[in-house]
């Protein structure tokens, strides 16, 4: 790693321990009632009416058996009314590229993988999944994977400090108060971010326009749908799963060095701030604090060990004589160079998110990094 590296990395560090303790108060906030968090007067009405439709006491709260039994119910249907929609999604609206409904065996893989927030895609997005499918069946999942996910971690801390309690807290009053007080507001500040900086958003279908090079191809088709709202979520609740086949390596989804940026410290936004919010829980701030450092010790081991090795090309080049003078630049993206893809792809694997904006099978010891990092990211 060279200087300018290592001072982009300090800085990434730097903002995400910045942000770690307001976070953590926030989700404090937002998962114990420790004060108001101010959007009340937005979402507080519709917080309201979600308990009472769902006959919901959002006073009383769950054993582990209740929550977890509610964890699995939800979860269980959410994912089977996914399975029909993409099964049916050619009989539905927001089809403006007339894709036909997906395989039954392409569904369920789908429906099952989103649910779990592990958004393992056997699908081209762009030429796969219509409108409606991406904004309400997957886009639905990453918010309330993402809360269920929150959720239990907040369930585990309660356990942990509780000495004598034999309640867990409610999983519809966690499932609701993180979307409407938490993923919902960040989402919607995340997507006009990346909308302003070249994201599309609309309802458009494909659109065919001339190639600037006709000797390459004659024609380019350009689609079009709801991208920002689904990256800001991909991306703040650590679920990876992208709009586009390309993931964050393709322009619509991640145009310039800024929103790489962005959207690698919003990875780990919410996951920097739960240590916090385990340091108050347990009235020790300096514990919450220890977490953060280890894992912050093996990331920047990590970012550094593949940085490395990416900078280095590969020596197998060298007798043929195509080594580059610049390091290993196959599978990555001009815009973001080695060192901006080889810490979003630490960050997406240290926690366990999946979003890559480089090609993680072109990286020379970068998959090693990873395969070390994930299950780290999982355990913390």
Same mark, same amino acid.
């Given at each position: 790693?060279?200087?300018?590296?290592?001072?982009?990395?300090?800085?990434?560090?730097?903002?995400?321990?910045?942000?770690?303790?307001?976070?953590?108060?926030?989700?404090?906030?937002?998962?114990?009632?420790?004060?108001?968090?101010?959007?009340?007067?937005?979402?507080?009405?519709?917080?309201?009416?979600?308990?009472?439709?769902?006959?919901? +006491?959002?006073?009383?709260?769950?054993?582990?058996?209740?929550?977890?039994?509610?964890?699995?119910?939800?979860?269980?249907?959410?994912?089977?009314?996914?399975?029909?929609? *993409?099964?049916?999604?050619?009989?539905?609206?927001?089809?403006?590229?007339?894709?036909? $409904?997906?395989?039954?065996?392409?569904?369920?893989?789908?429906?099952?993988?989103?649910?779990?927030?592990?958004?393992?895609?056997?699908?081209?997005?762009?030429?796969?999944?219509?409108?409606?499918?991406?904004?309400?069946?997957?886009?639905?999942?990453?918010?309330?994977?993402?809360?269920?996910?929150?959720?239990?971690?907040?369930? *585990?801390?309660?356990?942990?400090?509780?000495?004598?309690?034999?309640?867990?807290?409610?999983?519809?009053? +966690?499932?609701?108060?993180?979307?409407?007080?938490?993923?919902?507001?960040?989402?919607?500040?995340?997507?006009?971010?990346?909308?302003?900086?070249?994201?599309?958003?609309?309802?458009? $279908?494909?659109?065919?326009?001339?190639?600037? +090079?006709?000797?390459?191809?004659?024609?380019?088709?350009?689609?079009?749908?709801?991208?920002?709202?689904?990256?800001?979520?991909?991306?703040?609740?650590?679920?990876?799963?992208?709009?586009?086949?390309?993931?964050?390596?393709?322009?619509?989804?991640?145009?310039?060095?800024?929103?790489?940026?962005?959207?690698?410290?919003?990875?780990?936004?919410?996951?920097?701030?739960?240590?916090?919010?385990?340091?108050?829980?347990?009235?020790?701030?300096?514990?919450?604090?220890?977490?953060?450092?280890?894992?912050?010790?093996?990331?920047?081991?990590?970012?550094?060990?593949?940085?490395?090795?990416?900078?280095?090309?590969?020596?197998?080049?060298?007798?043929?004589?195509?080594?580059?003078?610049?390091?290993?630049?196959?599978?990555?993206?001009?815009?973001?160079?080695?060192?901006?893809?080889?810490?979003?792809?630490?960050?997406?694997?240290?926690?366990?998110?999946?979003?890559?904006?480089?090609?993680?099978?072109?990286?020379? *010891?970068?998959?090693?990094?990873?395969?070390?990092?994930?299950? *780290?990211?999982?355990?913390?």
């Amino acid at each position: 790693m060279n200087t300018l590296d290592w001072i982009l990395l300090g800085a990434f560090v730097t903002a995400l321990a910045v942000l770690t303790r307001p976070m953590g108060a926030y989700l404090a906030r937002v998962l114990d009632r420790q004060g108001r968090t101010g959007l009340e007067p937005v979402v507080g009405g519709i917080e309201r009416w979600t308990y009472r439709l769902l006959r919901i +006491d959002p006073d009383a709260e769950q054993g582990w058996k209740a929550y977890a039994g509610s964890l699995l119910t939800f979860s269980g249907v959410s994912a089977g009314l996914t399975f029909l929609l *993409l099964r049916f999604q050619h009989l539905l609206p927001l089809n403006p590229a007339g894709l036909p $409904g997906l395989s039954a065996d392409l569904a369920f893989n789908t429906a099952v993988s989103f649910m779990t927030n592990t958004d393992w895609q056997a699908y081209a997005g762009e030429s796969t999944m219509s409108h409606l499918s991406q904004m309400v069946a997957l886009t639905f999942h990453n918010f309330t994977s993402a809360a269920v996910g929150i959720g239990v971690a907040a369930a *585990l801390v309660r356990g942990l400090t509780r000495s004598s309690a034999t309640t867990l807290g409610n999983f519809w009053v +966690d499932l609701t108060r993180i979307t409407y007080h938490l993923l919902l507001p960040l989402s919607l500040v995340f997507a006009l971010f990346l909308v302003s900086h070249g994201v599309i958003q609309n309802f458009d $279908g494909p659109q065919t326009v001339t190639a600037l +090079d006709p000797a390459v191809t004659n024609r380019v088709v350009i689609p079009g749908g709801p991208v920002a709202s689904q990256v800001a979520i991909k991306m703040l609740g650590t679920n990876g799963g992208g709009f586009f086949n390309a993931n964050a390596a393709h322009p619509f989804e991640n145009p310039d060095p800024l929103s790489n940026w962005v959207q690698m410290l919003s990875i780990f936004l919410i996951g920097s701030g739960l240590t916090h919010y385990l340091g108050r829980a347990t009235r020790n701030p300096g514990h919450g604090w220890s977490v953060w450092g280890a894992m912050m010790l093996l990331f920047v081991a990590g970012v550094w060990a593949c940085t490395t090795a990416e900078s280095a090309g590969n020596p197998l080049h060298t007798p043929l004589g195509v080594a580059a003078t610049d390091g290993h630049m196959e599978g990555k993206e001009v815009r973001f160079g080695i060192f901006g893809s080889a810490l979003f792809a630490c960050i997406t694997s240290a926690a366990s998110c999946g979003a890559v904006n480089a090609m993680h099978d072109s990286l020379s *010891l970068g998959p090693v990094v990873e395969h070390f990092l994930r299950p *780290l990211g999982r355990t913390f």
